[in-house]
């Protein structure tokens, strides 16, 4: 479905398009369905990725590519038919513009994954200024299913493979900080399909959270000041809760900031709902991202700033 996507786009019928696809070892058929679609798709190409790490599959899909423009799109997206036409349009019409990415729409395989993409999709769950809470096209830090003009890859440098997670906002960092925009477009459309299951979640943002760490020491800077707060509600939840043993107005504040969350918890979950039935699980999933994020946050201050580690093994396996 997602190659068909691609070769239905209005751009890829009036223009000859390469296709790679970059495979990480898979040993569940996958090979043959693409063995199948080559047929079919003349210009479908086949790279494997040994090391199945996810920027080492984005460097090899551009090292083997040709065009002026790459377009990064993962397994389970459906690119709208007009993705690429606007996409590159965006990029020639604004010269300023380093990287454009489409409006997300989730298709969901079971009820748990739409609980967890309802979540997702509110400012309380990630974060204002995520690219999947944004309904209206604007400059972002960072985009999902991104083009770039190959020039891009010249100014800055390939994606780091050494990480596992964040490599993308922290390629897409590198072109903020060289003067570069990155722009979402909401009038092109991914469909994105969502599986998902609550220990995955907590899984993998907590890998978001500790590599989110190495990346700031690599550029010794704080990327975005949202990426502070889940760290910071973990620390007060954990000092707050002794220093209110020794303090009754320590306690009284404790007590208020806790109501505040769990009140900004309920609206949200209010908002993002589809039935009452979904109220509760969306706030379990509100805390499941927090915790989960700061936790690995502080984790990685642990081992990359306190005791000057490598990353440590278990963070470095992908969690899907």
Known sequence: ???????????????????????????????????????????LRLLTNPKQVTPVAFNLGINHSAGEFVQIIGARQLISEDYLEKAVACIENNPDIWCVGGRVENVFENHESQIIANAMNTSFGVGGGNFRTVTKSAFVDTAGT?????????????????????????????????GGKIFLNADILI??????????????????????????????????????????????????????????????????VFLLYISMAFFFALKAMNGISQLFPIIKTFFIL???????????????????????????????
């Not at 990426?227 to 320590?250: C, D, E, H, K, N």
């Not at 927090?290 to 580690?309: A, E, N, P, R, T």
């Open 191 to 256: 469909q994105y399909f969502v599986r998902a299951n609550y220990t995955k979640l907590f899984k993998q943002y907590l890998q978001y959270g500790y590599w989110k760490v190495y990346v700031n020491r690599k550029h010794k800077t704080v990327t975005t000041i949202r990426q502070l707060f889940p760290a910071a509600l973990i620390t007060f939840l954990m000092v707050g809760a002794v220093l209110s043993l020794f303090s009754v107005y320590i306690f009284i504040a404790y007590a208020g």
């Open 146 to 178: 991104p083009m770039y003009p190959r020039n891009v890859f010249g100014k800055v440098g390939l994606f780091d493979e050494e990480l596992v997670r964040n490599q993308d906002d922290e390629f897409n960092f590198r072109i903020i900080r060289a």
């Open 1 to 43: 479905m997602c190659v068909d996507a691609i070769y239905a786009n209005t751009l890829a019928k009036q223009n000859q398009v390469e296709v790679l696809i970059i495979d990480g070892m898979s040993d569940d058929g996958t090979i043959e369905v693409i063995q199948s679609l080559m047929a079919d798709y003349p210009t």
């Open 290 to 320: 927090h915790i989960s994020y700061g936790w690995g946050y502080i984790k990685g201050l642990w081992d990359f700033f306190l005791l000057g580690k490598s990353a440590s093994e278990k963070q470095t396996t992908l969690s899907r």
